[in-house]
């Protein structure tokens, strides 16, 4: 019967997680989840949490990291007061003989030995589009303001679909991007007045919206009502460079360019691991770079990439700043070409 009750009443049951629906209606005093990332976001998130907070309940994740996923976001998250973390890699803990080590080391990939032997949540998966490395160093990073001021203002926006989906503005200005804007449970005509209030206080230059699906067409609708020129994206639209499967593809490849090249993102909670959490694949008839749909994503990792989604929007277009035709105009112009990856294509 997978228990064992002790002479109190207690009793220590074991579940699994691929049925997770069965603990439903009973009540938890702690709950141990192991291998927690090989399990669904909501067997925690819809299940276990609510068992737990009704009797003040604890619980303890155990697990190999793999890649970016809900468990690494609680392992992040996991910093105050009431969270207790620890990572214990094969060399603390002793469990294998130094030789076995160095023999596993010589026959694995970097990436799969620092995941499995060093518990490294940063080793990609081979198919990571964006390595969380390298959203992890761009993370706040400071940039001196020479090294953006004379860039486009590019606002994207990433409309809520449904449900707990996010509405995000991001804004970013050549190397530099900036804290999103987050809006939950706003309707069009909400989010298009919001839009415009920063797109005409910070003299955006464009402003990208999307409209996949239809579900950003009331905030597109709306701002051009009252006089605003958006640009309107379809994810799943013809992207400019043929290599990649749709617009969403090569937007978010923009990103990783632009990362590489000296990105800043703003240190807004679950940023990098939205970037990081997209795989990709070859495995199509064309052979084209296509990137994993965000429901997938969604299913994986518990959440939607709505921050991710908002910042690639900034890239959907080469953007232009709104300039004249002075010297210190070209010379800005120069400058922006060294420092933006997109301009350069």
């Known amino acids: 019967d997978l228990f064992v009750e002790f002479p109190n009443g207690s009793r220590i049951k074991i579940y699994g997680a691929d049925n997770p629906d069965a603990l439903r209606g009973q009540y938890l005093d702690g709950v141990i989840l192991d291998e927690f990332a090989d399990m669904r976001p909501d067997v925690w998130d819809e299940i276990c949490l609510p068992m737990l907070s009704d009797f003040a309940g604890w619980a303890i994740f155990i697990g190999t990291p793999k890649g970016v996923n809900r468990f690494s976001e609680l392992y992040d998250r996991a910093t105050g007061a009431d969270w207790f973390r620890a990572l214990f890699d094969v060399y603390s803990t002793d469990a294998l003989d130094p030789d076995e080590i160095e023999t596993q080391k010589a026959n694995q990939s970097d990436a799969g030995f620092r995941q499995e032997f060093l518990c490294d949540f940063t080793a990609a998966n081979e198919n990571t589009l964006i390595p969380i490395t390298l959203a992890t160093e761009a993370r706040g990073k400071h940039l001196r303001a020479e090294q953006y001021e004379f860039a486009a203002k590019i606002i994207g926006v990433d409309v809520a679909r449904y449900g707990d989906d996010r509405t995000v503005i991001f804004k970013r200005q050549g190397l530099a991007s900036f804290e999103p804007i987050v809006l939950r449970g706003a309707d069009s005509m909400t989010v298009a007045a919001r839009v415009a209030h920063e797109a005409q206080g910070w003299s955006a230059d464009a402003v990208f919206v999307d409209g996949s699906g239809g579900y950003g067409a009331g905030v597109i609708d709306r701002l051009r009502q ?30 990783k360019e632009w990362l590489e090249s000296g990105g800043a993102i703003p240190p807004t909670e679950g940023l990098v691991q939205e970037l990081s959490a997209p795989q990709y694949t070859l495995d199509n008839a064309k052979g084209l770079l296509a990137l994993e749909p965000k429901d997938e994503i969604k299913k994986r990792v518990g959440a939607s990439p709505d921050l991710a989604d908002a910042l690639a929007l900034t890239f959907a277009h080469p953007v232009l700043p709104k300039v004249g035709g002075s010297r210190r105009d070209q010379s800005a112009r120069i400058q922006r070409k060294a420092y933006d990856p997109v301009a350069r294509r």
Do not use: H, L
């Open 226 to 255: 009252i006089g605003m020129s958006v640009i309107e994206v379809q994810f799943g639209g013809k992207p400019t460079d043929p290599r990649f499967a749709n617009k969403r593809t090569e937007m978010f490849w923009s990103v």
